[in-house]
């Protein structure tokens, strides 16, 4: 096989030239850093006041991690390095409610962005005579727009389509002859029980490749689709607050995701001890991002679980791979693509007083999609048969989440004293998704 590089410089670099890249751009992310409110006082407290104090990639542990909860903290501007007036874009995270966490871009942060994108897309084998379908969704997410800006610098035609609605998508398939798509696994899955209901022949269809990712999926689920919809398909990682897709992506050899370690530091620690594992071992991904001026962020744990591979890999890149990721060290759900804490839920529903005490959230799968159904009690004065007051707080739930999480649940209500209690620590999630990861 012939690979396919977009920077073969780069991406087939020497380790210890890589390695002295990486501090290059480390000690300008330090410079950037010390910009910020947040990491200001955070690296004056460890003596590091000036990208001089960094001599050594070693250095870095210096630096206590970043969490999720410090990005709440410092929110709207806490983490921005240069005057607001230069920012021309911020992207948040899925998970909606509450603070979000939130990421702000400049334009030479943009272009970085586009390029890292490009660099996984045509490392796949796409050209600029693919035609590519972007099934996901556009708006704050970032992998809309993240994967829609990397195609356009390959040169692709790229339509942006969105998700959802599968009869939209097989017509545009057909009309402009897509070679391409991207979209979340179950999607790509769902797509293909749709195809048949909807009686599309896949010979009408041109599409060869697909891109999966924005949620954890096994090998087998990667066969399925590969044999199902007869395209290859790429894993593709990446979180918003590391830019969003771009971050590590599979190249042709189809095992494991080079992470791009000009852009990125990644350690793999344990999430108790937060001490290194041992090579290739598996632990919480923590990463340190090297081409974003705007919003830097160093050694942030972005609880995700993985391990390195440690042989190199047969298309001769340099850079690292990951193995899939298998689950995350916190509760976080992905429903679809989207982030969820069970911690939201719990906000919306405990906040209102017709609802009881207890609750169960249901996550299952319905076909190839996720389906989430939040249970709840009422409370003990509520009558179970007044079935248009029940269905009225049904639908205020449901309203009232959909706007919190962004996602449609199913609620169901239960009398009051009906949903089971567990006898240790309460049991609020349900999930009976397959992990054959
Ligand atoms: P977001 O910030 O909304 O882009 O969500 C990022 C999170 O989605 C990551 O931290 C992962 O937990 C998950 N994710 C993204 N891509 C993948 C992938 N290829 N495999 C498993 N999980 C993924
Ligand atoms: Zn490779």
């Known amino acids: 096989m012939t690979y396919q590089y977009w920077d073969p410089q780069i991406e087939k670099m020497q380790r210890g030239d890589l390695e002295a890249l990486q501090l290059q751009k480390l000690k300008t992310e330090i410079g950037y850093s010390l910009r910020t409110p947040f990491y200001k006082e955070r690296l004056s407290k460890c003596g590091i006041n000036s990208p001089d104090d960094i001599k050594t990639l070693n250095d870095l542990n210096r630096i206590p991690f970043t969490t999720k909860s410090d990005l709440r903290d410092g929110f709207p501007y806490g983490f921005l390095s240069i005057p607001k007036d230069d920012v021309i874009r911020l992207h948040s995270s899925s998970g909606t409610t509450g603070t979000p966490t939130v990421i702000y871009f400049n334009r030479d942060d943009i272009k970085n962005w586009a390029s890292f994108m490009a660099r996984c897309i045509y490392g796949?084998?796409?050209?600029?005579?693919?035609v590519f379908q972007n099934m996901i969704t556009y708006g704050l997410f970032t992998g809309g727009l993240g994967f829609h800006q990397g195609g356009e610098e390959v040169g692709m035609l790229v339509i942006p389509a969105g998700a959802g609605n599968t009869a939209r998508q097989f017509k545009m398939m057909q009309d402009y002859g897509t070679t391409v798509l991207h979209a979340t696994p179950s999607f790509l899955l769902h797509l293909e029980t749709k195809m048949k209901e909807a009686g599309v022949e896949r010979e009408s269809?041109?599409?060869?490749?697909?891109?999966?990712?924005?949620e954890p999926y096994?090998?087998?689920?990667?066969?399925?689709?590969?044999?199902?919809?007869k395209v290859d398909v790429?894993?593709?990682?990446g979180l918003s607050e590391m830019n969003g897709p771009g971050v590590a992506f599979e190249c042709q050899c189809k095992d494991g995701l080079h992470i791009w370690e000009d852009g990125y530091i990644a350690e793999i620690v344990n999430p108790d001890t937060l001490e290194p594992v041992k090579e290739g071992e598996s632990g919480e991904l923590v990463l340190t991002i090297l081409c974003r001026e705007t919003t830097p962020l160093l050694r942030y744990r972005t609880r995700d679980l993985t391990s390195f591979y440690t042989e190199p890999c047969a298309c001769g890149r340099t850079h690292r791979k990951l193995r899939r990721i298998t689950g995350r060290s916190d509760d976080m759900l992905i429903i679809n693509g989207v982030n969820v804490f069970p911690s939201q839920i719990e906000e919306v529903i405990m906040a209102m007083k017709e609802v009881g005490n207890n609750y169960l959230i249901v996550v299952e799968k319905d076909g190839a999609l996720d389906r989430l159904t939040v249970k709840t009690e009422v409370n003990a004065n509520t009558f179970m048969d007044d079935s248009r007051l029940l269905n009225a707080l049904k639908d205020k739930i449901k309203e009232m989440l959909k706007v919190s999480i962004s996602i449609n649940p199913k609620v169901e209500l239960h009398e009051s004293g009906?949903?089971?209690?567990?006898?240790?620590?309460?049991v609020r999630v349900k999930d009976t998704r397959p992990k054959d990861i």
Request: aromatic share 8%; glycine share 10%; charged share 30%.
């Open 205 to 214: 269809l041109s599409i060869k490749k697909a891109f999966g990712g924005a």
């Open 418 to 426: 009906s949903l089971p209690i567990s006898e240790g620590k309460a």
């Open 218 to 229: 096994s090998e087998d689920t990667r066969k399925r689709i590969e044999t199902l919809l």
């Open 234 to 237: 790429y894993n593709s990682y």
């Open 124 to 130: 796949t084998g796409c050209t600029k005579n693919d």
